[in-house]
């Protein structure tokens, strides 16, 4: 619940920016390569496409909405408290790793490293997901925590018995979507 | 007593209805084969859960009004697993996700959740 003056507005319009971009950047990015099948490929195969637009897409976006992400994450932090705040601090946590995922490709060195940072990306999502359920439900948005719930569900559904590259699709759509619902949930504060 | 409100009541129907559709899903489901049997467990899963949700909506409802949207939440999320597996066919996932989501609807109404905290048996 936001108990401060800071108004949640301009983080939360950041947030479905950031949101909505990605979703575009990497749609384009997957049209544009016809090479990139799903559930064989993993996303970070568009980093080093052949296809030179969607390569840079995949790249400069990580890059850019890692920024916005970055950005509404602290904003999150700053505006909300307890278990949504730890959520907005873990985000921007999140978001760094996405930069760095769109600077370190999966070309560089063995591959090893930018695999790494994609597992930490994707575990500290998971992680902030998890406290912005918690933190929904103890503020009363009931409807917020059923979104991510369900989101959160789908995502263990989804690693039990699907291939890595299918999971990271899902994870990434789920999170888009998640990033969308608490943004929507920001807009309009709730004063203490 | 309040009667129960009639969100309550189309609740239970629409999760009455979703568990009996997920049942014909499940029968769907089965090729003969066990390989089938992840499939048929998972339309099963859905079934109990819209029972579980429908049961949630009457007045004998075991769990406090905020769990019930817990358990419609869990509900859909299985509905969304079944789309994603290809458990059934794709349209009746899809009227499945519909009644599923209404519920949640009717799970996060104040109404409904102030009644069962005050009223359920």
């Given at each position: 619940m936001n108990v401060s003056n800071r108004h949640p507005g301009p983080f939360a319009a950041i947030g479905l920016l950031a949101a909505f971009a990605f979703a575009v950047v990497l749609i384009v990015a997957i049209n544009g390569d016809s090479a990139w099948v799903y559930g064989e490929n993993?996303?970070?195969d568009l980093g080093i496409s052949d296809v030179q637009m969607s390569a840079d897409l995949f790249n400069y976006g990580c890059l850019i909405v890692g920024i916005l992400v970055f950005v509404y994450g602290l904003g999150k932090a700053a505006c909300e408290t307890e278990c949504n705040r730890a959520s907005g601090c873990i985000l921007a946590i999140s978001a760094i790793f996405l930069i760095l995922i769109g600077y370190i490709h999966s070309d560089f060195g063995n591959g090893n490293t930018h695999d790494t940072i994609a597992i930490l990306t994707f575990l500290f999502l998971f992680i902030a997901m998890v406290l912005s359920a918690i933190g929904d439900w103890r503020d009363g948005a009931r409807i917020n925590t059923a979104i991510t719930v369900i989101l959160i569900l789908i995502i263990l559904g989804c690693a039990v018995g699907m291939s890595i590259e299918a999971l990271e699709v899902i994870t990434v759509a789920c999170g888009i979507v998640w990033l969308a619902a608490i943004s929507s949930k920001m807009i309009i504060p709730k004063k203490a | 007593m309040t009667p129960v409100p009639k969100k309550m009541v189309f609740g239970a129907a629409l999760g009455l209805i979703g568990g009996i559709i997920a049942m014909c899903a499940v029968a769907a489901a089965w090729?003969?084969?066990?390989?089938?049997m992840p499939l048929v467990g998972l339309n099963m899963l859905i079934a109990c859960m819209f029972f579980a949700v429908a049961g949630g909506?009457?007045?004998?409802?075991?769990?406090q009004g905020s769990t019930i949207i817990v358990l419609a939440a869990v509900c859909e999320a299985a509905v969304i697993l079944s789309i994603l597996y290809e458990g059934s066919y794709f349209w009746l996932n899809l009227i499945l996700a519909v009644i599923g989501a209404v519920n949640i609807l009717f799970a996060a109404c104040p109404t409904v959740t102030s009644w069962v905290d005050a009223q359920r048996i």
């Amino acid at each position: 619940m936001n108990v401060s003056n800071r108004h949640p507005g301009p983080f939360a319009a950041i947030g479905l920016l950031a949101a909505f971009a990605f979703a575009v950047v990497l749609i384009v990015a997957i049209n544009g390569d016809s090479a990139w099948v799903y559930g064989e490929n993993m996303l970070s195969d568009l980093g080093i496409s052949d296809v030179q637009m969607s390569a840079d897409l995949f790249n400069y976006g990580c890059l850019i909405v890692g920024i916005l992400v970055f950005v509404y994450g602290l904003g999150k932090a700053a505006c909300e408290t307890e278990c949504n705040r730890a959520s907005g601090c873990i985000l921007a946590i999140s978001a760094i790793f996405l930069i760095l995922i769109g600077y370190i490709h999966s070309d560089f060195g063995n591959g090893n490293t930018h695999d790494t940072i994609a597992i930490l990306t994707f575990l500290f999502l998971f992680i902030a997901m998890v406290l912005s359920a918690i933190g929904d439900w103890r503020d009363g948005a009931r409807i917020n925590t059923a979104i991510t719930v369900i989101l959160i569900l789908i995502i263990l559904g989804c690693a039990v018995g699907m291939s890595i590259e299918a999971l990271e699709v899902i994870t990434v759509a789920c999170g888009i979507v998640w990033l969308a619902a608490i943004s929507s949930k920001m807009i309009i504060p709730k004063k203490a | 007593m309040t009667p129960v409100p009639k969100k309550m009541v189309f609740g239970a129907a629409l999760g009455l209805i979703g568990g009996i559709i997920a049942m014909c899903a499940v029968a769907a489901a089965w090729d003969g084969t066990p390989d089938s049997m992840p499939l048929v467990g998972l339309n099963m899963l859905i079934a109990c859960m819209f029972f579980a949700v429908a049961g949630g909506f009457t007045k004998f409802t075991p769990v406090q009004g905020s769990t019930i949207i817990v358990l419609a939440a869990v509900c859909e999320a299985a509905v969304i697993l079944s789309i994603l597996y290809e458990g059934s066919y794709f349209w009746l996932n899809l009227i499945l996700a519909v009644i599923g989501a209404v519920n949640i609807l009717f799970a996060a109404c104040p109404t409904v959740t102030s009644w069962v905290d005050a009223q359920r048996i």
